[in-house]
């Protein structure tokens, strides 16, 4: 059976917000970094932001598009897009089998390294993920250079994850 990574057993809060140009304009205003768009005459950008396990698509997270750019206005709503994918329902082991919106099923708590681990489910989620990436791409014509995927918790997860199977498919 396949082993994942063992930062993917995190039983901490995980938020991501990497893989892409766009992760420099979240740097402090007070570091100097500007962030300046490519040469290509389009600097719309996209991020992704996947919830957490028992969490939905419309909650906390949801007001990230108002939230981010009034702390950093180049993250601004005119420039970029803010995607919000829904996790299936699915029966948690370690809860009973209770249903619950979660990107994969969790079977041991504490999670440690000798978890076990719902690879099938990570792998799905991973596969929901880049169609979500190559959706935006197809159809509103942003490039996957240009989209920032995050998460928090199981969706903080996945996104490293996706981050981590993409740069290996790159090398």
Known sequence: MMKLPAWTRLPVVVCLLAASGLASAFQSHDAGNRWTPPSSGDDRGAVVFLHGMGDTANGGWATLDHMLPSICPRLSTDKIEYIFPQAPVKGITLNGGELV????????????????DDVIGQLNAVCMLEDTVKSIEQERGIPASR??????????AVAMLASYFRKERKQ
């Open 101 to 116: 919106p979660a990107w994969f099923d969790l079977f041991d708590f504490p999670v440690d390294s000798t978890s076990r």
């Open 147 to 156: 989209i920032v995927v995050g998460g928090f918790a199981q969706g903080g």
